[in-house]
């Protein structure tokens, strides 16, 4: 019914930027609350930043200042704007969408950051 794709990620040294987007396809609906998440190997899986309908957006103590959350509701994609990378911002970046109507939450499939120099 919906689907969830993530792209923009890379390898980026050190204080560089990337943005990644989540574009959601198939049946149109509108979304209470879209997120970023990430997680690390061996890790567990993180909210990095969140936006709600209300609207609101939220981030984790680490991101603040650095990174931004934001959403095209024309396009139907969120956005993860990523500057000043740190190599602990190395992980699998997911993104989740839940919609205002029905009880599901969706997943992208990740896309791979990674911070090195």
């Known amino acids: 019914q919906v689907q969830l794709m993530e792209s923009g990620g890379g390898l980026v040294q050190p204080g560089g930027s990337l943005r990644l987007s989540c574009a959601a396809s198939?049946?149109?609906?509108?979304?209470?609350?879209m997120s970023w998440y990430r997680q690390a190997p061996g890790d567990q899986r993180d909210l990095v930043a969140e936006?709600?309908?209300?609207?609101?957006?939220t981030y984790a103590d680490s991101v603040k200042g650095r990174f931004t959350i934001s959403r095209d509701n024309v396009k139907n994609t969120l956005y993860l704007q990523m500057n000043n990378l740190k190599p602990e911002d190395t992980a699998v970046y997911y993104c989740a969408a839940r919609p205002i109507e029905g009880a599901n939450i969706y997943w992208g499939q990740g896309t791979q950051v990674t911070v090195s120099s």
């Open positions: 936006w709600t309908h209300l609207p609101s957006t």
């Open positions: 198939g049946r149109f609906v509108s979304f209470a609350v």
